[in-house]
């Protein structure tokens, strides 16, 4: 099965700085990747996704990097604000299953 | 507008008791799941329902059951609440894409009290 894994449960930053939050899934055949933002007392909300055939993608102020070689997905965050704190997760879903697996979260603090 | 809805927000009980959460999503998805987030924020898959079949099912206990009466809804139902069962129950729908994406809308979540 899949299991991932953040590598830090808390991220503290200074406002206007950028923000890296990084993830590790193990199952090699996970072909969709997920970050999702979750403030307090609500649901998770979609930031931004990415195909395995793709190592980078963009939206507004957040990149997305995926190493397929490592097994390794990063979220990048431009200009951090104070809205942007939150609990971050990444999610995984690969092998033909429906369902996503969801790493542990990062909490990312931002510091003025 | 909401995407996904559950109700209730809080649900407070004793031991013992059976309750039911309820979900509904007006995005027209074909797929809707239920997780239960714990203390620690870990987000664990429950079921989900697809064209009204159970696809995934982990390993819960038997006394939760999903139910889909149609597409738009899937009900949580809990029997004999246990401590350990209190959480955060979050439900979420999706849509299968031809390209294969997966992208999950999750409702507000429920917080479940169980003392």
């Known amino acids: 099965g899949e299991s991932v894994g953040l590598h830090l449960p808390t991220l503290s930053v200074q406002e206007g700085d950028n923000s890296i939050i990084n993830c590790a899934y193990s199952?090699?055949?996970?072909?969709?990747f997920i970050w999702y933002k979750q403030e307090s007392g609500k649901g998770p909300q979609f930031i931004i996704d990415?195909?395995?055939?793709?190592d980078k993608r963009q939206g507004q102020r957040v990149t997305v990097l995926l190493n397929k070689t490592v097994k390794h997905l990063s979220l990048q965050i431009a200009a951090t604000q104070p809205g942007d704190s939150a609990v971050y997760f990444c999610?995984?879903?690969?092998?033909?299953?429906?369902?996503?697996?969801f790493g542990k979260g990062t909490h990312l603090i931002i510091q003025p | 507008d909401t995407a996904v809805s559950q109700t209730p927000k809080y649900l407070v009980t004793q031991m013992g008791n059976d309750k039911s959460i309820k979900c509904e999503q007006n995005?027209?998805?074909?797929?809707m799941y239920w997780y239960k987030q714990d203390s620690k924020k870990f987000l664990k898959i429950m079921f989900s329902?697809?064209?009204?079949?159970?696809?995934i099912n982990e390993t819960v206990p038997n006394r939760f059951s999903p139910k889909s009466p149609d597409k738009a809804h899937l009900n949580l139902h809990i029997n004999s609440l246990e401590l350990g069962d209190s959480a955060v129950y979050f439900c979420?729908?999706?849509?299968?894409?031809?390209?294969?994406?997966?992208?999950?809308?999750f409702g507000p979540g429920t917080r479940l009290t169980v003392l």
């Open positions: 329902y697809n064209n009204k079949e159970l696809i």
């Open positions: 995005l027209g998805h074909d797929t």
């Open positions: 999610a995984v879903a690969g092998g033909g299953a429906d369902g996503l697996t």
């Open positions: 990415i195909r395995s055939n793709m």
């Open positions: 199952n090699s055949a996970s072909d969709y």
């Open positions: 979420a729908s999706s849509q299968r894409s031809q390209r294969g994406t997966r992208t999950q809308y």
